[in-house]
């Protein structure tokens, strides 16, 4: 979670520059605004790596030597006549 609470104090310093610019039309503070959006992206994509590689190696399973999930029975198939559908009559 300290990914989480990194992203909330860039989202949370960025509010007093987010009201000068949109408030008080102050264009610096437009600057600044953007410069921190800008390591918001950087940030999100960088915290967004890190989770799909935790993912993919396995390291946030929910316990160790779980079993994986047995695959679905196949089903099975059905006859061709009773996949379509007769057809609606038409009203005249």
């Known amino acids: 979670m300290n990914n989480f609470g990194k992203l909330k104090d860039l989202v949370m310093s960025l509010?007093?520059?987010?009201s000068k610019?949109?408030?008080k039309q102050n264009a610096a503070a437009g600057t600044r605004v953007r410069k921190g959006m800008q390591e918001?992206?950087?940030m999100a994509q960088a915290f967004r790596t890190e989770v799909?590689?935790?993912k993919n190696t396995g390291a946030a399973a929910p316990a160790a030597g779980a079993a994986k999930k047995a695959a679905p029975a196949a089903?099975?198939?059905a006859p061709a006549a009773a996949k379509k559908a007769a057809?609606?009559?038409k009203k005249k």
């Open 87 to 89: 057809p609606a009559a």
């Open 21 to 23: 610019f949109y408030d």
């Open 52 to 54: 799909q590689n935790t």
């Open 75 to 77: 089903k099975k198939a």
């Open 40 to 42: 918001l992206k950087t």
């Open 15 to 18: 509010e007093d520059d987010f």
